[in-house]
């Protein structure tokens, strides 16, 4: 069966690589696009997209209502993503999120959102399957090391801190580690900021320099030692694989998922 695919955000650096993978499988079809700029034109009149066949649209609705597709990918930002995941969850569109700087709150309404209308659903902060095993491992590790700290280093145009990945791994910590508070009791910034964001007790450090791609540590300690989990994206292809699985997956689910490493065997 051939799933026609919606992509919102086609000319980033992500939507790209998004275009690319869905024009090299069989059994993707993409329907249409979503934009900020060139409504009504096609994809293929502009530059870096030669060939490339797809109606743009600047309005999501009208473009859900119209094009019917099966699957929404959204690669856009914060603002844009959340309007257009829950636009499509009302249109009947399955959204596959890759956008981040979405709250846990917002997670939750689009969940109640997607039970409501028993249409599947997936966000994904990261879609990198070694990114996953690095959750999934720290995960496991703070079962025995219960001090951490989490330090991401992205590219220096990414709009939100701290990143999702590095949010998502803080709540998958606090999913088997009792809260505390850690370092010193007496502990004062002296400049503030100094000891980084905090999601229940444990700090988040986020970098942004030019060069990087997406990065990330994961820091235990513990009596005499340290342990430390890193994940390194240095090529926007390294998430591809995760989206294909994505989008074949949100096909068959009736409610929101939050996170690849519930759908990854
Ligand atoms: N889940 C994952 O594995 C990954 C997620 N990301 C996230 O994906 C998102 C996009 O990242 P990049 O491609 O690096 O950003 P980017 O800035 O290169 O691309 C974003 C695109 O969205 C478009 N856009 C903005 N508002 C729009 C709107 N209202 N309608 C349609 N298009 C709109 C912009 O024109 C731009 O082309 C970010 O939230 C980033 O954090 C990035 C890499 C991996
Ligand atoms: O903006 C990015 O680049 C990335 N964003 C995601 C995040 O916020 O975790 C995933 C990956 O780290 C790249």
Do not use: W
Not at 46 to 61: C, E, H, L, Q, R
């Amino acid at each position: 069966m051939t799933i026609r695919i919606v992509i919102a955000g086609p000319r980033g650096r992500m939507g790209r690589e998004a275009v690319a993978l869905v024009q090299q499988t069989d059994h993707f079809e993409l329907a249409a696009v979503i934009d900020r700029r060139y409504d009504g034109q096609n994809l293929a009149e502009i530059d870096g997209f030669s060939g490339v066949n797809a109606p743009i649209y600047t309005d999501a609705a009208r473009c859900f209502a119209e094009v019917k597709p099966d699957v929404l990918i959204d690669l856009t930002t914060p603002e844009a993503g959340k309007r257009h995941t829950e636009l499509a969850l009302r249109y009947g569109v399955r959204p596959v999120v890759g956008t981040t700087g979405f709250t846990p709150e917002e997670i939750e309404r689009l969940t109640k959102l997607a039970e409501e209308k028993e249409i599947g659903a997936i966000i994904a902060p990261n879609f990198a399957v070694g990114a996953v095993l690095m959750m999934k491992f720290a995960r496991m590790a703070a079962k025995y090391f219960t001090d951490v700290e989490i330090i991401e280093l992205h590219h220096d145009q990414k709009l939100d801190a701290p990143s999702g990945t590095a949010l998502k791994t803080a709540q998958l910590i606090a999913e088997v580690r009792p809260s505390k508070k850690q370092g010193h009791p007496n502990e004062k910034e002296t400049l503030a900021g100094a000891r980084g964001a905090e999601y229940d007790g444990i700090p988040i450090h986020s970098v942004r320099l030019p060069g990087f791609v997406a990065h990330q540590e994961v820091i235990f300690g513990g009596n005499g030692q340290t342990l430390t989990i890193r994940h390194d994206s240095f090529d926007r292809r390294s998430f591809m694989s995760g989206v294909k699985l994505a989008v074949e997956t949100v096909m068959h689910l009736h409610t929101l998922v939050y996170g690849l490493e519930h759908i990854l065997e």
